[in-house]
């Protein structure tokens, strides 16, 4: 089992609609998980972190925390073609706690 | 001002030769990272360097090394490429205590093996 799964994609969605991504996680003992945006050819770049239970909103952006299902997600409200991208799940895992991805999803907001 | 520099950018080279990348972090994090992509875009870490002390290093073959002669800089050497060993390497780093900032990843090296 990996440790950090998400729903495999492509997922399309036309534009101004939500988007919803989902990612599930094995190590009980993760504390903190981020969402990273990787547009083609480059780097992944931090959109949100969240630790608590719970829902942490910044913009268009919400991530949501559940640690009795082990369970992450990202919504993204009023998508925007600008954010077709990858989208990976991470999470601080492991006996040295190291960022542990998932294997990303493709969004492709349709204008 | 980058914050994560990586060198080369792209590396196109035979298989068996010998190559580095280099890389550099001016944001004073006490530990880096080394993380491969593949082409199905999974991202899987390979070293971490934490002030200057190895503190993981997966499963790869020990034709990778890595040294990190003082915490601003990690590099990556790579003995008698292969075909699979094609990929983008990126670099990242972090402070120990701020997790809930991430890593910040330099931009990438497109190693290319032919």
């Known amino acids: 089992q990996k440790e950090v799964e998400q729903n495999s994609g492509p997922l399309s969605v036309p534009e101004g609609a939500i988007a919803s991504l ?11 998980f981020f969402w ?19 829902d942490k909103e910044d913009g268009r952006f919400t991530a949501q925390l559940n640690k009795a299902s082990q369970y992450v997600s990202l919504l993204i409200r009023d998508s925007q073609p ?24 493709q969004l492709t907001v349709l204008p | 001002d ?19 990348i280099k890389c550099e972090q001016n944001l004073g994090h006490d530990t880096m990272y080394w ?27 020990n034709r990778f090394s890595p040294k990190s002669p003082d915490k601003a800089h990690l590099n990556l050497h790579i003995n008698s490429l292969e075909l699979g060993d094609s990929a983008v390497y990126f670099c990242a780093s972090s402070q120990r205590g701020q997790e809930l900032g991430g890593y910040t990843f330099g931009s990438g090296t497109r190693l290319t093996v032919v």
Do not use: H, W
């Open chain 1, 22 to 32: 989902n990612c599930t996680y094995s190590d009980r003992g993760s504390q903190s």
């Open chain 2, 2 to 20: 980058t914050a994560v520099s990586q060198t080369p950018k792209y590396l196109v080279t035979q298989m068996g030769n010998d190559k580095s």
């Open chain 1, 82 to 105: 600008s954010d077709s991208a990858t989208y990976l799940c991470a999470a601080v895992s492991g006996s040295a706690r190291q960022l542990t991805f998932g294997s990303g999803t």
């Open chain 2, 35 to 61: 993380y491969k992509q593949d082409s199905k875009k999974f991202l899987k870490i390979m070293f971490s360097y934490n002030n200057k002390e190895l503190i993981i290093n997966e499963t790869v073959p």
């Open chain 1, 36 to 54: 990273y945006r990787q547009y083609s050819g480059k780097s992944p770049e931090l959109i949100m972190s969240i630790y608590s239970n719970g």
